[in-house]
């Protein structure tokens, strides 16, 4: 007998001695993993309502820090307001805005769906509209500094922090701070 017949027949032996998963195995995994998801997924589905409030927020922040910016820089004044068509100041639905000078728009901004923008009442009174003026302050049209904020939200219990506020403080200095909306997305009062 050759010594390739003797790996041959060790090889057949390993091959019927293995066997494969019982049903009682396989439902037994089953359960595990189903017992698993059932736990991760409230996890999972905080964090990704965590995220995305975290995104919208950061985006408005962003474009009013570039608003700012931009009034000192080009020594223009630049506004930042809710548009329904991305060429215009229009409406008072902050899904949608954009950053615009005398001139032209210079950028575009929205929020995607579930995230709902909710405008303080400090800001639907100086007409929707965020104005930052040469010196980088943002002033409404009463000459006073603005203090509003806009808060992305999303209508859930889950994060309990359901709101992020993004507020337009002292010094016209932006600030992105978490918020309890109880699951509801109503307007919160500056300076909460």
Do not use: Y
Not at 13 to 36: D, K, P, Q, W, Y
Not at 58 to 69: E, G, I, K, T
Not at 134 to 153: F, H, I, K, T, W
């Amino acid at each position: 007998m050759s010594r390739f017949a003797g790996r041959k027949r060790a090889n057949s032996l390993n091959a019927t001695s293995s066997r494969g998963f019982t049903l009682l195995e396989l439902m037994v995994t089953i359960s595990v993993l189903g017992i698993l998801a059932v736990i991760a997924f409230p996890a999972f589905t905080s964090i990704t309502n965590s995220n995305r409030l975290t995104s919208a927020a950061n985006q408005f922040a962003v474009d009013l820090q570039f608003a700012r910016s931009e009034a000192m820089r080009r020594n223009v004044r630049v506004e930042v307001c809710a548009s329904a068509d991305a060429a215009t100041c229009s409406g008072d639905d902050w899904q949608n805005w954009i950053v615009r000078d005398a001139g032209a728009v210079l950028r575009v901004g929205n929020a995607k769906a579930p995230v709902q923008m909710v405008a303080s009442a400090a800001l639907v009174a100086d007409d929707n509209k965020i104005t930052f003026r040469p010196e980088g302050l943002a002033r409404g049209d009463d000459d006073l500094v603005q203090d509003v904020s806009l808060q992305p939200c999303i209508a859930t219990d889950n994060p309990p922090e359901n709101m992020r506020v993004v507020a337009l403080g002292s010094g016209s200095r932006v600030s992105v701070n978490r918020h309890d909306g109880g699951g509801a997305c109503e307007a919160v009062d500056d300076g909460d």
